[in-house]
């Protein structure tokens, strides 16, 4: 099981020898045998009979407000930093990289990026943002994962996906603390025609809030699939 500590002395091994042919692509890699893992018994959530574009990892927050009406917490979205996981698929450290991304992340003090948080884990690869924007509709909010300022797609204004969620479930584990589950479909943007979001690690808000609370940002990692 690699370590956080050993991935990052993994890193600045990396860094050192970064001329050496023989270490691993940190990014890019062949996506063709990669596949979705989803819970059985549930139809909410099914995974495309193609390889996925991307795999991906988001670190980032949640973000919630409090509701005076019900004294619960309502998403009013999120900001995520998505790194490129494809080159560990198949590898011992794929399973729990959430976990090792999140423990760096619930770790690293106030002010600290995601992008900085994501850089010390090794094999991750910024690919781009995810974030809100006023939904296409008009009303209430849309998620997109844009990849036109970094990477290879940098300059090139179609490489999002703004996408309308078609498939929610609670996380199989720990659903009060991991947000759930998600499948989403392209709305705009060429970058993918659907997203989904699973491996969930915390990011669910408390469960009540007191009236007037300000607003909150909930860490979280998860995985992100791209197809
Ligand atoms: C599938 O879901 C049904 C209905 O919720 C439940 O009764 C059943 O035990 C579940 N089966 C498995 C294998 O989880
Ligand atoms: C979420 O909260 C963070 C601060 O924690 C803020 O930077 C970001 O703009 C917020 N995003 C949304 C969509 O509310
Ligand atoms: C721009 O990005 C999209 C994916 O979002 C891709 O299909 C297209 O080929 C790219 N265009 C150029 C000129 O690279």
């Given at each position: 099981?690699?370590?956080?500590?050993l991935?990052s002395?993994l890193?600045?091994?990396?860094?050192?020898?970064?001329?050496?042919p023989?270490?691993?692509?940190?990014?890019?890699c062949?996506?063709?045998a990669?596949t979705?893992?989803l819970?059985?018994?549930?139809?909410?959530?099914v995974?495309?009979t193609t390889?996925?574009?991307?795999?991906?990892?988001g670190v980032?927050?949640?973000?919630?407000?409090?509701?005076?009406a019900?004294?619960?917490?309502a998403?009013?979205?999120?900001?995520?930093?998505?790194?490129?996981?494809?080159?560990?698929d198949?590898t011992p450290?794929?399973?729990?990289?959430?976990?090792?991304?999140?423990n760096?992340?619930s770790?690293?003090?106030?002010?600290?990026?995601p992008?900085?948080?994501?850089?010390k884990i090794?094999?991750?690869?910024l690919l781009?943002y995810?974030?809100?924007?006023?939904a296409?509709?008009?009303t209430?909010?849309s998620?997109?994962?844009?990849?036109?300022?970094?990477g290879?797609?940098?300059g090139?204004?179609t490489?999002?996906i703004l996408?309308?969620?078609?498939?929610?479930?609670?996380?199989?584990?720990?659903s009060a603390?991991?947000?759930d589950?998600l499948?989403?479909?392209n709305?705009?943007g060429?970058?993918a025609?659907?997203v989904f979001?699973?491996?969930?690690v915390?990011g669910?808000?408390?469960t009540?809030c007191?009236?007037?609370?300000?607003?909150?940002?909930v860490?979280?990692t998860a995985?992100?699939y791209?197809?």
């Amino acid at each position: 099981m690699f370590s956080f500590q050993l991935l990052s002395t993994l890193a600045s091994t990396a860094l050192l020898v970064s001329a050496a042919p023989s270490l691993p692509k940190a990014a890019g890699c062949d996506t063709s045998a990669a596949t979705l893992s989803l819970p059985a018994n549930q139809t909410q959530l099914v995974a495309p009979t193609t390889a996925p574009l991307f795999v991906a990892l988001g670190v980032g927050v949640q973000n919630y407000t409090c509701t005076a009406a019900t004294l619960k917490y309502a998403s009013v979205g999120a900001v995520a930093s998505i790194f490129d996981i494809s080159c560990i698929d198949k590898t011992p450290a794929f399973a729990t990289i959430q976990t090792t991304a999140f423990n760096a992340w619930s770790a690293a003090p106030a002010g600290v990026s995601p992008d900085t948080v994501g850089g010390k884990i090794g094999a991750a690869t910024l690919l781009g943002y995810h974030y809100f924007v006023p939904a296409p509709s008009g009303t209430g909010l849309s998620p997109k994962w844009d990849f036109t300022s970094t990477g290879k797609f940098a300059g090139n204004s179609t490489a999002f996906i703004l996408a309308a969620k078609a498939g929610d479930i609670l996380a199989p584990t720990d659903s009060a603390t991991n947000v759930d589950w998600l499948a989403l479909n392209n709305v705009q943007g060429s970058l993918a025609s659907k997203v989904f979001r699973v491996d969930t690690v915390n990011g669910q808000p408390p469960t009540s809030c007191v009236a007037g609370s300000a607003d909150i940002s909930v860490k979280y990692t998860a995985k992100y699939y791209l197809y």
